[in-house]
């Protein structure tokens, strides 16, 4: 560095100065680029939390004299696509499918009860197991229950007596072997001799 002349001197200086300057733009672009990540990171939605899907619950409503329950969800984000019902297998009923119209007819079951003891103007207690499709705000979903419907004896003048149909209320949610669950009901209210 002794055998330098000012002109070599003066170049390394501005090397060292290009250099740091380099240097600065490095640190600043780095710097501009975590402002920037940051930022993008702010923007970002957070993430949905998803919440816990609640059971379906089903109401009714009697009409035509007790011969027919309209079956409706009381929340109108679920829609009703179709159901399965399903009745106490020492009944021999088979079971009934619904399509863009729930509801429970009276006459899918009259028969078979009309055939059983019971007196007229006497409450009874029907055990069914209803399986729904059903659109939650437009996803597809599935929910299987054990209602009971009540019904109360009326005489006709010709012919035997019908079950008019008041209303239905929940027992227990559907899971694993819901047809013998809802025969195991069937035979705890109505005992064989």
């Given amino acids: 560095m002794a055998d330098e002349t000012p002109a ?8 060292i100065g290009e250099t740091i300057g380099v240097l600065a733009l ?7 680029w975590d402002s920037h990540q940051q930022r993008a990171e702010e923007r970002k939605p957070a993430p949905a939390v998803k919440a ?3 059971p379906l619950m089903l109401t009714s409503f009697a009409g035509d004299d007790g011969r027919l329950l309209s079956i409706a969800s009381p ?17 021999a009923i088979d079971k009934v499918d619904t399509v863009g119209n729930p509801r429970i007819e009276a006459g899918w079951f009259a028969g078979a009860l009309n055939k059983l003891p019971h007196e ?12 729904t499709q059903y659109l939650d705000d437009g ?11 009540g019904y109360r004896w009326r ?11 008041e209303g239905m209320t ?3 949610r559907g899971g694993a072997k819901l047809q013998a669950r809802l025969d195991a009901k069937w035979a705890r209210a109505n005992p064989t001799p």
């Avoid at 070599?8 to 090397?15: C, D, F, G, H």
């Fill in 170 to 172: 929940l027992v227990s």
């Fill in 120 to 131: 007229s103007g006497r409450p009874g207690r029907l055990p069914v197991a209803i399986v």
């Fill in 8 to 15: 070599q001197r003066r170049r390394r200086w501005l090397t």
């Fill in 26 to 32: 490095l640190i600043s672009a780095a710097s501009f």
């Fill in 75 to 91: 929340n109108p984000d679920r829609v009703i696509q179709t159901q399965t019902i399903l009745f106490p297998t020492p009944l």
């Fill in 155 to 165: 005489s006709r003048l010709i012919g035997s007596d019908v079950p008019g149909m």
């Fill in 52 to 54: 816990a899907i609640k």
């Fill in 139 to 149: 996803v597809a979903r599935e929910d299987s229950a054990i209602y009971e419907i």
